[in-house]
């Protein structure tokens, strides 16, 4: 689980959705909105499309909370990031996660 600290509350989510750009995988997609504070601070949404068990909706949150914790501290610019699952995450394991996450996040030049 990330840091609270390192958490988007409900105040800062970002609503106006043409601020931010998207990165798009098979397995999920991240909207990447600056951050006007120095922090970067990360959540993800877990659509009833994705399952209709809260059980397995927290799971899959707390899978991503991992990947995306991984990848905090290589964040170079202080960003928002709104990680959206898709339905392919559950046929893939954690490691497949973290180098798709890599990847897309080194390939739109938010880590190094």
């Known amino acids: 689980m990330l840091p609270k600290n390192n958490r988007i509350t409900r105040k800062e ?5 043409t601020q931010g750009f998207r990165v798009f995988s098979p397995f999920f ?7 006007k504070e120095n922090t970067t601070k990360a959540t993800i949404v877990v659509s009833k499309k994705i399952s209709k ?21 290589q964040i170079t ?5 709104v990680v959206y699952p ?9 490691s497949v996660l973290v180098d798709e996450f890599r ?3 080194s390939k739109s030049k938010i880590i190094k």
Do not use: D, G, M, W
Not at 30 to 35: E, G, L, M
Not at 53 to 73: D, G, H, L, M, W
Not at 77 to 81: C, H, M, V
């Open 13 to 17: 989510f970002p609503v106006a959705s």
């Open 29 to 35: 997609t991240v909207v990447v909105y600056r951050n």
């Open 53 to 73: 068990s809260a059980v397995v909706r927290n799971k899959t949150k707390r899978v991503f909370y991992e990947v995306v914790q991984k990848f905090i501290p």
């Open 77 to 81: 610019s202080p960003s928002l990031l």
């Open 86 to 94: 898709k339905k392919e995450y559950f046929s893939t394991k954690f």
């Open 103 to 105: 990847k897309n996040l």
